[in-house]
């Protein structure tokens, strides 16, 4: 498996608390991504980053976040979590935009109460 | 926009069976993506597909695009109980990608 990580792993929140998590890799790769998983929706793209500090939105970015200090991290924040945000978040990194091989972390559960 | 249908949600097969999912877009797409997603784990990238016509195996797994670039199939010849998941397909148009809902597969031993 390509290096990874996400943390936190499992977490409960609530309503209207604010909540980041984050993504690591050690492979360099300029491209990261976070999707959040829903049944019936397979996955969908949040928000991307192309470099350090060069974000964009994706399909579902409302209500999200994001930040990039450096390049193995990439931080995805609810700003105030709503239900509708409960979810698996999957980041995932590529060598180019969307490229061959997107290579995806373990995944972080999140419900929110 | 861009919507990447996935055909069937799900599909029970004893071990030994064939087993073929579907993947419709309602635009052309440039290229299609196949993941595999075991219970409990992340996506795992299979293969991509760009050719029209384009047809490429990996052992017991075939998977086709379509001539138009609007469809993709991937098959499985005799499935083992190792091939247990759920089989998404992603389609990307220009710099967008959208995955279908997914085939949960499950095989009875």
């Known amino acids: 498996d390509a290096g990874i990580t996400q943390s936190p792993r499992h977490k409960v929140t609530e309503t209207g608390t604010p909540v980041t998590l984050r993504c690591h890799q050690t492979?360099?790769?300029?491209?990261m991504y976070w999707y959040r998983q829903d049944p019936g929706h397979g996955l969908r793209l949040i928000h991307y980053s192309y470099g350090v500090k060069d974000t964009d939105k994706g399909e579902v970015s409302d209500g999200y976040s994001v930040s990039r200090s450096k390049t193995e991290d990439f931080l995805l924040t609810l700003e105030s979590a709503t239900s509708s945000q409960t979810s698996v978040y999957f980041c995932?990194?590529?060598?180019?935009?969307?490229?061959?091989?997107?290579?995806f972390g373990p995944g972080t559960r999140l419900l929110v109460l | 926009g861009q919507q990447v249908m996935q055909i069937p949600q799900y599909q029970h097969v004893q071990e030994g069976e064939d087993f073929t999912t579907y993947c419709n877009s309602s635009t052309t797409l440039s290229n299609i993506q196949w993941y595999k997603q075991r219970p409990g784990g992340h996506p795992v990238f299979l293969i991509q597909l760009v050719k029209s016509g384009e047809v490429k195996k990996q052992k017991r797994l075939t998977f086709q695009f379509g001539e138009a670039k609007k469809n993709s199939s991937l098959h499985i010849t005799a499935t083992q109980t190792t091939d247990v998941g759920t089989y998404f397909c992603a389609g990307r148009r220009n710099n967008d990608m959208r995955f279908g809902a997914g085939t949960r597969l499950t095989v009875k031993p």
């Open positions: 492979e360099n790769h300029r491209y």
């Open positions: 995932a990194i590529s060598l180019d935009y969307l490229g061959e091989t997107q290579y």
